[in-house]
């Protein structure tokens, strides 16, 4: 059996509406917790019954380098009160690019654009961020 070594998180692609979107720096966010409740059975005192309540997902966090405006410009629809809902995929890519892992995230929409720091006595690249929030996520396919 071949050996299937661990895949490496700066090897990943940004699809929105199956389009692809390159040149994203940094995700974060991917993720999903399970929200459960204690309920204590009388006469039971040897364990708690545990009930799942929901589920919640964290927002989704793209960072890039700041350069074009179609995040801003998608950001600003919202904030305005035009929500365009898109699905995005990220998808982990193997060493020699195959695709790998990925994660479809439903109904994502702006809540929140911003760049990093202006600083003039340093030279780092303005940072664009933009964070999503989603009706859920799951292994894309």
Do not use: C
């Not at 895949?7 to 199956?18: A, Q, V």
């Not at 040149?23 to 993720?31: E, L």
């Not at 409740?37 to 890039?64: A, C, F, M, W």
């Amino acid at each position: 059996m071949a050996r299937q070594d661990p895949f490496r998180s700066y090897r990943f692609m940004i699809e929105f509406d199956r389009v692809q979107w390159g040149g994203f720096s940094r995700v974060k966010g991917i993720g999903a917790e399970t929200k459960v409740e204690s309920y204590h059975e009388g006469g039971v005192n040897d364990y708690e019954h545990k009930l799942i309540t929901q589920v919640s997902y964290p927002v989704l966090v793209l960072e890039r380098g700041l350069a074009l405006d179609e995040l801003w410009t998608w950001a600003l629809a919202a904030a305005e009160g035009d929500v365009e809902r898109r699905m995005l995929w990220v998808r982990l890519q193997d060493e020699a690019g195959a695709p790998g892992w990925g994660w479809q995230f439903d109904n994502a929409f702006p809540v929140k654009w911003s760049v990093s720091d202006l600083d003039a006595i340093s030279s780092p690249v303005v940072m664009e961020s933009l964070e999503l929030a989603h009706h859920g996520m799951r292994k894309a396919t």
